[in-house]
């Protein structure tokens, strides 16, 4: 669905089918939703369908990358 929405859409359409197709995914999709849940760890590993919490790790990217600014920290 994901891959079929991308090529209807025109997304990145200077690349050919093939790239364009690899840069877009599922995958992304559940990392994103993995990330930005703001909820306990174990309700993000049960609607993954992850076995274990190691796993839904590895879908986390860094949830506190940008929680601190560091321009805003210093003063500038």
Do not use: C, W
């Not at 089918?17 to 994103?32: E, I, P, Q, T, Y």
Request: hydrophobic content about 40%; glycine content about 6%; cysteine-free.
């Amino acid at each position: 669905l994901i891959k079929a929405s991308v090529l209807k859409s025109g997304v990145r359409s200077d690349l050919p089918d093939a790239k364009r197709l690899a840069m877009f995914s599922g995958h992304s999709l559940r990392a994103g939703l993995a990330s930005s849940a703001e909820v306990d760890e174990r309700y993000v590993q049960k609607q993954l369908g992850h076995a274990s919490a190691e796993m839904t790790r590895r879908y986390q990217r860094r949830r506190d990358r940008f929680r601190v600014n560091l321009t805003k920290a210093a003063g500038l």
